[in-house]
């Protein structure tokens, strides 16, 4: 973790000051918000589970896979940054940016899914997937179970369970600080601090899916769920007032107000995967599609259509 030190010094002397000169603070408020963020990681996209024919219960499916993203980044505000607090003249406006979180994506994600079947209905399900971000890589993947049947000519499944995904980040937190004095008189104060580390976060998904099931080499699926992603998942960067030995006004009678803006910064995807299934081998499918994500709104204003050209083949031992 970093920290800016020239404003991290100020809070430490003016705290010294007030214990050594008996300065006259009745009343200290702080406010935390986020500020300037940058992510790196790909979109932990759910993976398709469809159901073959060929398929006998209790056969091991392993699928590797590729996911092509064609966007390069979500640009957005989140809620309660530090810039929406500014008025429109504030001096401290151009220091910041309005859209404050930039998540920028790798061009491709390389994976490996595999599916243990209990039954013919039931199965346990897990894999992860590799990517480079700035010669950085971003681990990720995915574990949950799946419930389906296999009609005649059609198969349905439905499946949940839990995304992982590795982050990269560079993330501000602003310490405005306000000291009212016994006379009435108010100053203000601002601290930033930065953080450039990594984090690991869990999210749910939930997918539908239907696929046909004739004889014939050439199918079809259709999938459609719903996902979550958290960008930071943690508390960006520690700063003095996390420290309660660190204030020495919270043991002096001076009333301490702390109200903390920050939050995970999650963005929900609604996606749609449509795609066609190639029997090329007795034990061996290929799905090509393309995963339809819609951001929805979360913890910032995301609204992005996108487009994610996938090729999966599934291998049943």
């Given amino acids: ?79 309660s940054s530090f810039y929406k607090s500014l008025k429109p003249g504030d001096s401290l406006r151009p220091f910041f940016k309005e859209n404050n979180l930039d998540w920028s994506f790798p061009d491709m994600v390389a994976g490996l899914d595999v599916e243990f079947p209990v039954s013919k209905t039931f199965f346990f399900t897990g894999g992860f997937h590799f990517s480079n971000i700035n010669n950085q890589s971003a681990i990720g993947g995915a574990i949950g179970l799946g419930f389906g049947s296999l009609s005649t000519v059609s198969a349905f499944r439905i499946d949940a369970g839990v995304l992982v995904q590795k982050h990269l980040y560079t993330a501000q937190t602003v310490v405005k600080r306000i000291e009212t004095y016994s006379d009435g008189t108010k100053k203000e104060f601002i601290s930033i601090y930065q953080d450039n580390s990594t984090t690991t976060n869990f999210n749910p998904y939930v997918t539908l899916t239907y696929n046909s099931a004739y004889e014939f080499p050439l199918n079809f699926y259709i999938s459609g769920g719903y996902f979550a992603q958290n960008l930071l998942g943690f508390v960006p960067a520690n700063y003095m007032g996390d420290n309660p030995f660190l204030i020495p006004f919270q043991n002096f009678g001076v009333e301490y107000i ?60």
């Fill in 1 to 79: 973790m970093k920290k800016v030190a020239s404003f991290l010094i100020l809070p430490i002397l003016i705290s010294a000051g007030m214990l050594f000169s008996g300065c006259d603070t009745v009343k200290v408020e702080e406010t935390i918000y986020l500020g300037d963020v940058d992510v790196q990681a790909p979109i932990n996209t759910p993976p398709v589970r469809t159901i073959h024919r060929t398929v006998v219960p209790y056969d091991i499916k392993i699928s590797p896979k590729f996911v092509i993203n064609n966007n390069k980044n979500i640009n957005t505000s989140t809620s």
């Fill in 258 to 317: 702390k109200t903390d803006k920050r939050n995970d910064v999650s963005i929900g995807f609604y996606m749609i995967s449509p795609g066609i299934i190639y029997r090329f081998a007795d034990n061996a499918n290929a799905l090509v599609g393309i995963k339809l994500l819609k951001a929805v709104s979360g913890d910032t204003k995301a609204d992005e259509w996108m487009l994610m050209p996938s090729i999966q083949i599934d291998f049943t031992f």
